[in-house]
């Protein structure tokens, strides 16, 4: 079973705080994403990554940044938390679209900026 | 731009009726169509998919139909139980790496 862990559950942060959200995959998985699912916009993707050090803006890069120094590991990174950064931000993986489609999402972050 | 439209964004089903969700996409290019569920609480988890090259789809009682000419795709569920109540998203490949989704559609199942 493919294992996407994301190590942090519920946050609560104050504006201007660095925040390191943590994603971790065991099926040596190329491609790893972040999200953001707020009611009623979906799933947004903020960045992704599709090797090593390598990463590609999404959608909704503004206020963010990742780092993926290790095959396995995804980090996302607020530089200076805002309350508008009060969300769910969901990490996932997924081979590379050649051998599978199917991508596989993490249990969440619940992220609270106040 | 790479865009997908899903509607309706709730919808509410006497059990043992069917609901239909349907979505509309941008690129004519894109060739893979998956859904998600998403239980309360809980990560989205792909429940059917279908690729370019076929019409229809079904796993017991889902289905998912395709018209490439339109552009849009949708979901059925038959015969509908409880457990069906979830946040539902279509979702899009726009001939990248990275999947494009839906804004979601909340369906009640009302016993």
């Known amino acids: 079973d493919v294992k996407v862990t994301q190590s942090s559950r519920y946050l609560v942060k104050r504006t201007g705080e660095k925040v390191f959200l943590e994603c971790v995959q065991d099926?040596?998985?190329?491609?790893m994403f972040w999200y953001r699912q707020d009611p009623g916009l979906g799933l947004r993707l903020i960045y992704f990554?599709?090797?090593?050090?390598?990463?590609e803006k999404g959608d909704i890069p503004e206020g963010y940044s990742v780092s993926r120094e290790k095959k396995e590991r995804f980090s996302l990174i607020l530089e200076s938390a805002s309350t508008n950064q009060t969300s769910m931000y969901l990490c996932?993986?997924?081979?590379?679209?050649?051998?599978?489609?199917?991508?596989?999402f993490g249990e969440g972050s619940w992220l609270t900026v106040v | 731009g790479e865009n997908v439209e899903q509607h309706p964004s709730t919808l509410s089903v006497q059990e043992g009726d069917s609901a239909v969700i349907k979505c509309t996409y941008s690129?004519?290019?894109?060739?893979?169509f998956p859904w998600y569920k998403q239980e309360l609480g809980k990560r989205p988890q792909l429940i059917i998919d279908i690729r370019s090259n076929v019409g229809e789809k079904k796993d017991q009682r889902i289905a998912v139909t395709l018209n490439k000419t339109a552009k849009h795709f949708s979901l059925h569920i038959t015969e509908t139980q409880p457990e069906d109540s979830a946040v539902y998203f279509c979702a899009v490949f726009f001939g990248n790496e990275k999947l494009t989704f839906g804004t979601g559609t909340r369906l009640t199942i009302i016993p």
């Open positions: 996932a993986s997924s081979p590379p679209r050649g051998r599978e489609n199917t991508i596989y």
């Open positions: 690129d004519s290019a894109s060739n893979y």
């Open positions: 099926m040596d998985h190329e491609n």
């Open positions: 990554s599709y090797d090593v050090k390598m990463k």
